[in-house]
C-alpha cells in the first residue's frame, strides 16, 4: 500500500515562529502536493511540486514556501506563521496519470 | 485553469434514500476526475475516478459516479445510503495537459452528507 506520512498530527506554535511541516511518501511519485483545508473551503492548494527540486505555486502559495531536495520528502514551511495559518494541512502524492494519495492531516493552532 | 464546484454544501438523508452528489468542473479538455470521502479526523480516501472511456464508472463502498460532458458534470451516486456513509465528500478535478502541470490537482468545496437512522 502507498503510504503518506505526516511528520505531525497535531502542532501548536507561537506567532512568528517559522514552522517546518514534513511529508515522505513511499511509492516513487513525481507530484506531490500541500493543501490547506479550511470548512467550507474545501482544499486548496498551496504548492504543487512535479518533481525533485521543482515546484507551482497553487492557489494560496502566499506567505509559504517549500522545499522538495528527494524525491519521497516534500517540506512545507511557513516563514513567520500568523493566525490565519491556523488550519488543517494535508499531503499527497500521485504519478501523474493516477490519484492523489494524501497523509492524514497535520492540524496546525497558531497561537 | 481548471476548476471544480460542488453546489450543495450540506445534504441530509435518510438511511436506505437513494443518494446524488453534485459536481461540475471547468477545464480545456476532457479532464481526469475523482470522488474522494473523509470521515472526521481522517485523511482522504478516494472512492472512484474517471480517467477515459465508459462514462458510468463504479467505486468503492456502493458508489457509482457518471461523467457528463455536455454538462460538464461528474455526480456520484449511491442506490441506498448507510449511516456509516456519513462524511465529507470531495470531487477533484486533475490536469492531463502535460507539461508541468500534468496530474496537478484541484478539488471543490466538499459536501457534508448527514444521515438520519
Known sequence: DVKVTQ????????????VFLECVQDMDHENMFWYRQDPGLGLRLIYFSYDVKMKEKGDIPEGYSVSRE???RFSLILESASTNQTSMYLCASSLSYTEAFFGQG???TVV | AQSVTQPDIHITVSEGASLELRCNYSY???PYLF???????????????YFS????????????????????SFNLRKPSVHWSDAAEYFCAVASNAGGTSYGKLTFGQGTILTVHP
Not at chain 2, 54 to 63: C, H, P, R, S, Y
Open chain 2, 35 to 49: 470522488w474522494y470521502v473523509q470521515s472526521p479526523g481522517q485523511g482522504l480516501q478516494l472512492l472512484l475516478k
Open chain 2, 53 to 72: 472511456g465508459d462514462t458510468l464508472v463504479q467505486g468503492i463502498k456502493g458508489f457509482e459516479a457518471e461523467f457528463k460532458r455536455s454538462q460538464s
Open chain 1, 70 to 72: 528527494k524525491k519521497e
Open chain 1, 7 to 18: 511528520s505531525s498530527r497535531y502542532l501548536v506554535k507561537r506567532t512568528g515562529e517559522k
Open chain 2, 28 to 30: 480545456g479538455a476532457t
Open chain 1, 106 to 108: 497535520t492540524r496546525l
